[in-house]
């Protein structure tokens, strides 16, 4: 809410018009921001929030840290102890007092580590690391998972739990790694350049189960976060930490706030892209079923065009006459047929007369020698020789015992 001039006449603004606006533009001009005092009155209400105040030698600050906001490990705020507190300042409306919501504690001590932390976080800014432009999409429908972690974390198991709930076929390659403590970031950042090395994959998840602010500090290492800038492979960072966000999670792909969430952007639910394929089959149906309907009123309308009827009709008649021209010719090979056959009757029956076979019918025979060859005079045959005589049916073998050659005359004479 903003307030715009005096109020209208018999129209005074109400307190809690007053506070709403306060609560609005603090909200809005302050960014998250660092504050050092001394602790006091520290409490810690019986449902898990802690209320306190930041102070110094000419001014005091409320503050207000939520039951979900975890504190460093080891870390016991006390009253007159010296801190240093990260938060966004708002406004209490119940009372009107303005405070900070604090969602970071340490002891003022390890303010030059995060002073640190802030001056490696605004080079890798400036080097462009950070940039959204540089951060590439997840593949749809992966075949190969990487993952970096601890092998006997619990994030690892919640990665195959929600893997294989969504798609048992999917390959999973873990490179261990150590995650928290001495050597942690040299180990994260071999992890990644492995299994860019190894190839084949095609999304790595990098990342732990939640923990302590300090629990993180291997994911706030330079060398982790060039060795996800320079992966080949698009990563996705999930620390397990909703408030703390690590120089990992900037330089990431996506940000996952769970290894869990990580896994559930990897692999889209069966059943979502079940209804999304009903849901493009169904679109695209649709589609078709409008672009024939309207392509049949197109052609109706071009159909009623008299240059289009003019052509049909001209189709029709060169049709109608192909029709009448096959009658003809099918009338016209038929005669040729029946001529053509009537014809082979007549050569046939010329054939049949002068066949010897016919000759046979009446009663004649035909004597053949060995050979197969006709016998035609009987001079050329003695006393002895096979012959074979056909018959009008079948034939008969038999020696010749004489030979009875025609004289002159024309008349038999007994040959020996």
């Known amino acids: 809410m903003t307030l715009r001039g005096p109020p209208v006449a018999d129209r005074p603004y109400s307190v809690t018009e007053i506070t709403r606006a306060l609560k609005q533009t603090i909200e809005m001009e302050f960014p998250p921001l660092w504050v050092v005092g001394e602790l006091a009155s520290y409490t810690e209400h019986a449902s898990g929030h802690r209320y306190f105040t930041l102070k110094d030698d000419q001014s005091q600050l409320r503050c207000v840290m939520w039951k979900s906001t975890q504190l460093q490990r080891?870390?016991?705020?006390e009253s007159g102890m010296e801190v240093v507190a990260r938060g966004r300042l708002g406004v209490y409306e119940r009372s009107?007092?303005?405070?900070?919501?604090?969602?970071?504690?340490m002891p003022a001590g390890l303010g030059a580590q995060q002073q640190a932390l802030e001056a490696l976080k605004r080079k890798l800014h400036k080097e462009g690391l950070f940039d959204e432009e540089r951060k590439r999409p997840l593949p749809s429908f992966p075949s190969a998972v990487g993952v970096v972690t601890s092998s006997s974390g619990a994030a690892f198991r919640d990665i195959l739990n929600v893997l294989s709930r969504r798609f048992a076929g999917l390959r999973v390659v873990l490179r261990p790694a150590v995650v928290q403590g001495a050597g942690a970031a040299t180990s994260i950042a071999d992890a990644i350049a492995d299994l860019n090395a190894l190839g084949g994959l095609d999304v790595l998840i990098v990342g732990r189960g939640g923990g302590a602010a300090e629990d993180l500090a291997a994911f706030n290492a330079e060398g982790v976060v060039r060795a996800v800038a320079v992966s080949a492979t698009p990563v996705i960072s999930a620390v397990g930490h909703e408030i703390d966000v690590t120089l990992t999670d900037l330089v990431a792909d996506v940000r996952a706030p769970t290894p869990s969430a990580a896994a559930e952007l990897v692999v889209r639910d069966a059943g979502d892209l079940r209804s999304r394929?009903?849901?493009?089959?169904?679109?695209?149906?649709?589609?078709?079923?409008?672009?024939?309907?309207?392509?049949?009123?197109?052609?109706?309308g071009y159909g009623e065009r008299y240059g289009l009827r003019r052509v049909e009709d001209l189709l029709r008649q060169h049709e109608q006459t192909v029709d009448e021209l096959a009658r003809s010719l099918g009338r016209e090979t038929a005669q040729a047929i029946e001529r053509g056959y009537a014809d082979y009757r007549r050569l046939t029956a010329s054939l049949d007369s002068l066949s010897p076979l016919s000759v046979l019918s009446r009663g004649y025979s035909i004597a053949q020698a060995e050979d197969r060859r006709p016998v035609r005079d009987a001079s050329s045959l003695s006393k002895g020789d096979r012959l074979s005589i056909r018959l009008q049916k079948g034939q008969v073998r038999t020696t010749v015992e004489a030979v009875e050659p025609e004289d002159e005359d024309g008349q038999f004479k007994l040959g020996l």
């Open 74 to 77: 080891d870390f016991k705020p």
């Open 96 to 105: 009107g007092q303005y405070q900070l919501t604090v969602q970071r504690m």
């Open 277 to 300: 394929v009903r849901d493009l089959h169904r679109r695209v149906m649709d589609s078709m079923d409008r672009l024939i309907a309207e392509n049949d009123e197109l052609l109706e």
